[in-house]
């Protein structure tokens, strides 16, 4: 029966180390085929003939597509980010203009209650008590 005494230090260290270096080439290994199945400028034949070398040789599998493809990954990552922050800008905007109608706050009400006095629809008397609503 192996116990705890029966187990040094340093091996518990060394034990340490060598999974955190396996997760950390799982976690790599991960990002790698994510990037792989994402990109659109190669045909499936090479994306297959990557795996087969990420999953034959796998530290030299991934170092090597890492030195040819580090910078192309670091784009289409920046890329895939700008993409994902404007449709976030565009879904809060959408999102902001539906409550408020064109949005803006009080001066588009103040806009649309100016619209309405010059249409007839208010008199100024009701135009000035939103006013002062709205800017108080």
């Known amino acids: 029966m192996l116990l ?4 040094p230090f340093l091996n518990i260290l060394w034990s340490m180390i060598i999974f955190f ?3 950390a080439w799982i976690w790599v290994l991960i990002v ?6 994402r990109r659109h400028d ?3 034949w090479i994306k297959a003939l990557w795996l087969i070398f990420m999953i034959v040789l796998p530290f030299i599998g ?12 670091a784009e289409r990552s920046a890329k895939q980010a700008a993409v994902a922050q404007e449709q976030f800008a565009s879904y809060v905007q959408s999102v902001a203009n539906q409550g408020g109608g064109s949005g803006g706050g009080a001066a588009s009400e103040l806009e649309k209650a100016k619209g309405l006095l010059d249409s ?3 008199t100024q ?3 000035d008590a939103l006013k002062a609503k709205l800017l108080a």
Do not use: P, Q
């Open 21 to 23: 270096a396996w997760v």
């Open 62 to 73: 991934v170092l090597t597509y890492l030195i040819v493809n580090g910078h192309g990954m």
């Open 42 to 44: 190669t045909s499936g």
């Open 125 to 127: 008397a009701e135009y």
């Open 32 to 37: 790698i085929v994510g990037d792989l199945f």
């Open 4 to 7: 705890a005494a029966d187990y």
């Open 120 to 122: 007839g629809a208010i």
